[in-house]
């Protein structure tokens, strides 16, 4: 298991749109992929599960990736959200 914290720069948060492009990256991966924010902890490839965390601009998560290709997960992952997931 690999994890490290990562802020979220998108001026909405995780909307629709960026939460689809978190999971549409998460999915490509073996990986079990979460973030932990306060006390939730959701599941990266599920868009429902991204927006119920409710996460603002300026919020810190911690991205945990658990399995084969963890390193190479955790590397796209936080490289997703520092790009501003197509935003």
Do not use: W
């Amino acid at each position: 298991m690999v994890s490290e914290k990562v802020t979220i720069k998108n001026q909405s948060g995780l909307h629709l749109r960026p939460a689809g492009e978190l999971c549409n990256r998460a999915i490509n991966y073996k990986s079990k992929i979460s973030f932990q924010f306060r006390d939730v902890t959701a599941n990266a490839k599920s868009v429902l599960s991204v927006l119920g965390a409710c996460i603002q601009c300026g919020d810190e998560i911690t991205l945990i990736c658990e399995g084969e290709d963890e390193e190479e997960a955790l590397k796209g992952m936080l490289g997703a959200v520092n790009e501003g997931l197509g935003e």
